[in-house]
T-cell receptor, first 112, second 114 residues
Framework: GQQLNQSPQSMFIQEGEDVSMNCTSSSIFNTWLWYKQDPGEGPVLLIA?????ELTSNGRLTAQFGITRKDSFLNISASIPSDVGIYFC????????????FGKGITLSVRP | NAGVTQTPKFQVLKTGQSMTLQCAQD?????MSWYRQDPGMGLRLIHY???????DQGEVPNGYNVSRSTTEDFPLRLLSAAPSQTSVYFC?????????????FGSGTQLSVL
């Protein structure tokens, strides 16, 4: 089946630094999504991408849909302590029986 | 707005016990789903429903049952709990299937099976 790879499993950065995460797949997707999960809560959608090459921003977050349709990137600029959490990517094909496939997530820690 | 409400927040079971995880949404969403989250793994789909009276299996359905008698509620039943079902369970809903920008998750139920 389809698999999404996110690595490393954990990242540690200093407050104010930028951080970049990527997500790769052996299969192509038509939609890429990035979620954040705070401790004790469910995932919340950050950014959705629908077109190869698309670059979308949401505040300090920027995500890109890779042109090969097999990868996506999320950048967080000027990190702050509340950026702490688990960041998941998810991919989806369109059409019948096409469910979201989630990556394993990257746990981000931000040192004040 | 309550959104997606899951109860209980925490639960400990003994092997072989049964229980029901509750999920309710007040957004009149047709699509509802259950996921499990295990350490080092992505969310995996257990069961889903595209509307009242309709349910279907996801990626990891074994050991779980669901029903959808109303639009609002989508309970997940464990008939005979096993230690392998220790996990965090998330319910999610959206207006329609594949409407991912409007897929909202509950805050989860942490289940331990001893």
């Amino acid at each position: 089946g389809q698999q999404l790879n996110q690595s490393p499993q954990s990242m540690f950065i200093q407050e104010g630094e930028d951080v970049s995460m990527n997500c790769t797949s052996s299969s192509i997707f038509n939609t890429w999504l990035w979620y954040k999960q705070d401790p004790g809560e469910g995932p919340v959608l950050l950014i959705a991408l629908y077109k190869a090459g698309e670059l979308t921003s949401n505040g300090r977050l920027t995500a890109q849909f890779g042109i090969t349709r097999k990868d996506s990137f999320l950048n967080i600029s000027a990190s702050i302590p509340s950026d702490v959490g688990i960041y998941f990517c998810a991919g989806q094909l369109t059409g019948a029986n096409s469910k979201l496939t989630f990556g394993k997530g990257i746990t981000l820690s931000v040192r004040p | 707005n309550a959104g997606v409400t899951q109860t209980p927040k925490f639960q400990v079971l003994k092997t072989g016990q049964s229980m029901t995880l509750q999920c309710a949404q007040d957004m009149n969403h047709e699509y509802m789903s259950w996921y499990r989250q295990d350490p080092g793994m992505g969310l995996r789909l257990i069961h889903y429903s595209v509307g009242a009276g309709i349910t279907d299996q996801g990626e990891v359905p074994n050991g779980y049952n669901v029903s959808r008698s109303t639009t609002e509620d989508f309970p997940l039943r464990l008939l005979s709990a096993a230690p392998s079902q220790t996990s965090v369970y998330f319910c999610a809903s959206s207006p329609e299937e594949f409407d991912n920008e409007k897929l909202f998750f509950g805050s989860g139920t942490q289940l331990s099976v001893l």
